[in-house]
């Protein structure tokens, strides 16, 4: 794959969400809880106010210095361990987006044969949209992509928001077009292995296809009726201190 086309299929789902649908971002309803008071959501209510708030201070706490957090997928298992002196922007944002249950419920809509696995669209449309036009300041990269870590898609550094990547092979082209790495999996690498890759780059390819504006208009809805082997993100949590590493 070529340089450009690789820059294209790791970003496309981040411009899709950021320039033809920001305008939802603007359009969001008061919550119905006081999400200011909210720390450490539980909830699906509380998850959903502070994910309707951008500016809460929820969104301003620093990651540990290290932390696993614990996906649970439609083929088993997978950790995942973050260090924050890699990628401390990215880092932050992740670890909150986790907390507050962004990518609950979400799918592995690109899987590459030896190339990525990548999720990051939201079962909820709006937040999908929401979130993708907030974009993160870039992190100078530190680690290499090579088998089994994580990184951004992304068009350039800047563009970053919630589409991420697993290395499912050493890629030290993303290396040179600059996609930093944000944490590595530390268990269950064979499962990331055995996701459905049949799909392969069709739902995030032009129509007719695929359909990647409809995909974030309909997020779950449309990918589990056009593509129903897609695998699944149940959950992701964040592994207590005193289990990690």
């Known amino acids: 794959m070529s340089q450009p086309n690789v820059i294209r299929t790791l970003a496309l789902a981040f411009v899709v969400a950021a320039s033809q649908l920001n305008a939802q971002a603007g359009s969001r309803k008061p919550n119905a809880l006081d999400p200011a008071a909210i720390r450490n959501p539980k909830t699906l209510a509380e998850k959903r106010a502070v994910l309707n708030n951008a500016s809460l201070p929820f969104w301003t706490a620093r990651a540990p210095a290290t932390f696993v957090a614990d996906m649970e997928t439609s083929k088993g298992k997978v950790a995942i361990q973050f260090d924050r002196a890699s990628a401390p922007v990215g880092v932050d944002h992740i670890y909150n987006l986790i907390r507050a249950g962004y990518y609950d419920d979400t799918r592995f809509y690109r899987v590459v044969m030896g190339f990525v696995a990548q999720f990051g669209v939201a079962a909820d449309p709006a937040f999908a949209n929401y979130w993708g ?7 100078p990269p530190i680690d290499k992509n090579v088998r089994g870590t994580l990184a951004y898609a992304q068009f350039k550094p800047t563009d970053r928001s919630t589409n991420v990547f697993i290395n499912l092979r050493d ?4 290396d040179t077009l600059g996609f930093t790495v944000i944490g ?4 269950g690498m064979e499962n990331v292995d055995s996701l459905y890759s049949g799909y392969g780059d069709i739902p995030i390819s032009d129509p007719p296809l695929g359909d990647p504006k409809r995909m974030y208009r309909e997020t779950n809805k449309y990918l589990d009726k056009q593509y129903p082997k897609m695998d699944k993100i149940i959950r992701v949590t964040i592994r207590p201190a005193s289990s990690t590493p």
Do not use: F, Q, W
């Open 133 to 139: 036009s907030h974009t993160l300041k870039a992190d």
């Open 171 to 174: 890629s030290p082209n993303l």
């Open 184 to 187: 590595h999996v530390i268990e």
